[in-house]
């Protein structure tokens, strides 16, 4: 008979059998655990070794899968982006002190930009260049031309005088693929002495005037010259830009200029950008492209009950609601007869061009967007800070008002009336007007220049340009000592201005329709609509 003390014994295991089972549960957890790690230390080293640093120094590898629509084989990435492999095996060291602040890169956040020559491919359509009048130094020029060049811009007529003319500046800009530098020596002046600009009536107005008349003239008689260079090189556009506006191509699929006007009807001539002017939120903004977001948005992207409605308070007391211009630029296709009509508008001797304007693309234009620029201009003209003298010299009233306090007001009595007019820094009227629409964010720009500057193509540029100190002296010095001064404009040209009067006389009578000005948006006063005429 069974002991019944043994049926109801406790079922508990042996103490052998436990120690048996916590051991295999420890192995099993020690397998689990080591088995990851081990598979992606392997994953590393294998990734590490087969790349052998393609996947994170070559452009083409580390991008194919976004190559943009058009491209047509595996080797094409983003337009124009090709690889150096030589200058990443062998980097050349810093040249210029005149871009000190542009060479400074840290570790950089986006590698796969750094050697890359942006130079198009000759089946991306449709060809695009940008011409531009420039005084300006590498710091300005370089985060402006490889803005342009990543959304599609393939070709920059550059006509320099100034800091933009200096040896150590040109020759870096002359190294860039796509890249043509105009300088303005006395060939130049006189062949543009020969234009038939000067016999026609639709620039007359602007004539044998100082300062910004003066500049706008210039302007246009070098963007005849850009439309020549521009049909001899097969452009299908051509755009004119100042180094202080960036195009701003929002509506199209891929952020591409490219793309936008591959869209656009083959019948229209002309595209017209509206501007967005700069709202700076600090007095000591060094760098606008990577340092302002805000922009105030242009009268023909907002509903006219807004901004009429809220006019006064956009405004903010000064004279126009933009401090500056108002009727954005136009970008035209190249074609027989076409000719500037100032710098904001193209036109055709043959007939009236067809145009559009884009309901969501712009120019962004960073006017004033430093405190320096005050004086900057003041330092550019030498009229008499008179309101009746500066009239000569500037179109644009708040021009006027500017230059008048940079000339003679002291540096706090500037800084204050730069807060006033200029610094958007209430932050109750930024909040409503940015929920009215009249103010808006945009950070596309800024975070594409501040990725090539992290990632070392300004730099790069820089350090592969042609030696520029030793060259200074020899070969440069004959052009350097040829360029003129942008206030001799024609003086020294064969055609003086006695007879170019006595012609505009006798073309009097024949029809031009006159050169579009840089003009405020239009203004309202007591429910009444005005557009001033400067």
Not at 351 to 376: G, R
Request: with cysteine; hydrophobic share 40%; net charge neutral.
């Amino acid at each position: 008979m069974p002991n019944p003390h043994h049926l109801h014994a406790p079922l508990r295991p042996s103490p052998s059998s436990s120690s048996s089972a916590q051991s295999l549960a420890s192995k099993l957890i020690l397998l689990l655990t080591v088995l990851p790690l081990s598979l992606a230390a392997l994953a590393f080293i294998l990734q590490w070794k087969g790349d052998g640093g393609g996947l994170l120094t070559d452009p083409a590898s580390a991008t194919a899968r976004w190559a943009p629509q058009g491209s047509h084989n595996n080797h094409e990435v983003f337009p124009g982006m090709e690889a150096s492999a030589a200058s990443l095996l062998s980097p050349k060291p810093h040249q210029s002190s005149d871009c000190f602040s542009l060479a400074r890169s840290g570790s950089p956040s986006f590698p796969y930009f750094r050697d890359w020559k942006f130079d198009f491919e000759a089946n991306l359509r449709p060809k695009i260049c940008v011409t531009t009048s420039t005084s300006a130094s590498l710091d300005q020029i370089l985060p402006w031309m490889f803005y342009h060049k990543v959304i599609g811009v393939s070709t920059f007529y550059l006509f320099v005088e100034g800091k933009a003319a200096s040896p150590g500046v040109s020759k870096v800009l002359e190294s860039i693929p796509g890249v043509k530098v105009i300088y303005r020596t006395k060939e130049l002046e006189e062949q543009q002495a020969r234009s038939r600009i000067w016999n026609e009536t639709w620039l007359s107005s602007f004539f044998y005037k100082p300062c910004n008349y003066e500049l706008f003239v210039k302007q246009s008689l070098n963007m005849e010259m850009a439309i020549v260079m521009a049909r001899d090189a097969g452009m299908d556009w051509i755009l004119h830009l100042d180094t202080d506006e960036l195009i701003h191509p929002a509506g199209s699929s891929e952020y591409s200029l490219r793309q936008l006007l591959l869209d656009v009807p083959g019948d229209v001539d002309m595209v017209v950008f509206p501007n967005y002017e700069s709202s700076v939120e600090r007095d000591d903004v060094k760098d606008p492209f990577s340092e302002v977001s805000m922009f105030k948005k242009n009268y023909d992207h907002l509903p006219k009950d807004i901004y009429f409605g809220m006019y006064k308070e956009s405004t903010r007391g000064n004279p126009n609601y933009f401090l500056t211009y108002g009727n954005g630029k136009s970008v035209a296709r190249v074609q027989e007869h076409l000719r500037p009509n100032g710098a904001h508008r193209w036109h055709n001797y043959m007939k009236t061009p067809s145009e559009v304007k884009l309901e969501e693309a712009a120019v962004l234009h960073y006017t004033y967007a430093k405190f320096s620029d005050l004086t900057s201009r003041r330092d550019r003209c030498g009229c008499k800070p008179t309101k009746d003298d500066v009239k000569r010299c500037f179109m644009l009233e708040f021009d006027r008002s500017a230059f008048i306090i940079a000339s003679t007001a002291t540096e706090e009595e500037m800084r204050n009336w730069y807060r006033e007019h200029v610094v958007w820094g209430d932050k109750d009227l930024k909040l409503k007007l940015l929920r009215k629409g009249i103010l808006t964010r945009i950070y596309a720009p800024m975070a594409i220049i501040q990725g090539l500057k992290e990632s070392g193509v300004y730099s790069s540029i820089i350090a592969s340009a042609p030696s520029i100190l030793s060259k200074v002296e020899s070969g440069n010095a004959s052009r350097v000592s040829e360029t003129l001064p942008s206030n001799k404009i024609r003086k020294s040209s064969t055609l003086d201005q006695a007879t170019a009067r006595k012609v505009l006389t006798f073309e009097a009578n024949a029809f031009h329709e006159a050169a579009v000005p840089p003009l405020p948006p239009p203004a309202a006063i007591d429910d009444l609509v005005l557009v001033e005429k400067a």
